[in-house]
């Protein structure tokens, strides 16, 4: 029997460093979202990075398919087969030491949990990642309208300088421009479709240089200062909570490094608990006890 853990370890192990590293070269590789838009532009011309437009999956449930947008993760086998394998080492997992039953209600429960928090991790850290570009995009933007280029010109020209993922955003943008979109109602779609407000601000500058006039090379000056400010309190705001942080992150830890240890080293003690009906109840009750103490934790370290 601890051969047999051992071994589903393993396994368990390989299948999710897999996984992980399917979804980094997957996140890496992504030609970004706009699926749908670059099959109606394919129609009349070769979509913009010169490949054949993916067709839509259909089984899959279309504000899932939005939430990996936003996460940048692009709609293929390979990131669906990635994002699946974790819950088919749960369910071996579950039904090697717990039975079917329990097996089943964890990939029920447990794994659609976990999978939308690692999402909504994914979608988090693609946006600071957009926010933290934009500064130095809007100055380039800037600069060219400063040697009197218009504003469209100057986005089309400040985003062949950008990298992924606001690479990503700026291409998003441009396809529907050549769709016939105005480039502010442009930036506004894909600020709604990414849900990154930052964008949408940015589009207001646009909507409002283009539609009036005005000086839009300082305003955009001033929006960028004001980015670079915000983004440097938060992270002097996210220094001083560290402690607190690292302090939820032990915390919540130990409890289950101390349960896998426990279940590698000696099967048979848990095991044992679970196998008689008093045990179950007290083993099921510490696990509640555990997502109730984390998600307080969690909450308390939140800084936004």
């Known amino acids: 029997m601890p051969d047999l853990v051992w071994l589903v370890l393993a396994a368990s192990f390989c299948l999710l460093a897999a996984a992980f590293v399917l979804l980094g070269g997957a996140v890496r ?29 259909g089984w899959i449930p279309s504000w899932f398919e939005r939430y990996l947008q936003r996460a940048g993760l692009p709609e293929t086998p390979l990131v669906y087969g990635a994002l699946l394998a974790p819950g088919v080492v749960l369910f071996l997992f579950g039904d090697l030491l717990f039975g079917f039953a329990y097996a089943l209600a964890g990939i029920l429960i447990v794994y659609p949990f976990l999978l939308w928090s690692f999402v909504q991790w994914r979608i988090a850290v693609y946006r600071q990642q957009v926010v933290d570009q934009l500064p130095v995009f809007l100055e380039s933007v800037s600069r060219i309208l400063s040697v009197g280029c218009s504003l469209e010109l100057a986005f089309r020209n400040a985003s ?5 993922p606001l690479l990503t955003i700026t291409r998003q943008v441009l396809l529907r421009t050549r769709a016939g979109q105005s480039l502010e109602d442009a930036m506004m779609q894909v600020a709604d479709v990414y849900a990154i407000r930052e964008l949408g601000f940015v589009a207001s500058v646009f909507h409002l ?42 915390l919540s830890a130990l409890p289950v ?11 048979g003690y848990l095991l044992g608990m679970w196998i008689d009906p008093f045990g179950r109840k007290i083993l099921l009750g ?16 939140r800084i936004d």
Not at 160 to 164: A, G, I, K, N, P
């Open 29 to 57: 590789r992504a030609p970004g979202g706009g699926r749908r838009l670059s099959e109606v532009l394919a129609r009349h011309e070769a979509p913009f990075d010169g490949k054949a437009p993916v067709a839509a999956s």
């Open 160 to 164: 062949e300088e950008c990298d992924d």
């Open 209 to 250: 240089g283009i539609r009036y006039g005005g000086n839009a090379h300082a305003v955009l000056e001033r929006l960028s200062t004001t980015m670079r400010e915000r983004r440097r309190s938060q992270q002097e705001l996210k220094a001083m909570t560290a402690e607190t942080r690292a302090s939820a992150w032990i």
């Open 257 to 267: 490094v101390v349960a896998m240890l426990t279940l590698a080293s000696n099967p």
């Open 286 to 301: 510490a696990l509640a006890m555990q997502i109730a103490g984390m998600a307080l934790l969690f909450r308390m370290a």
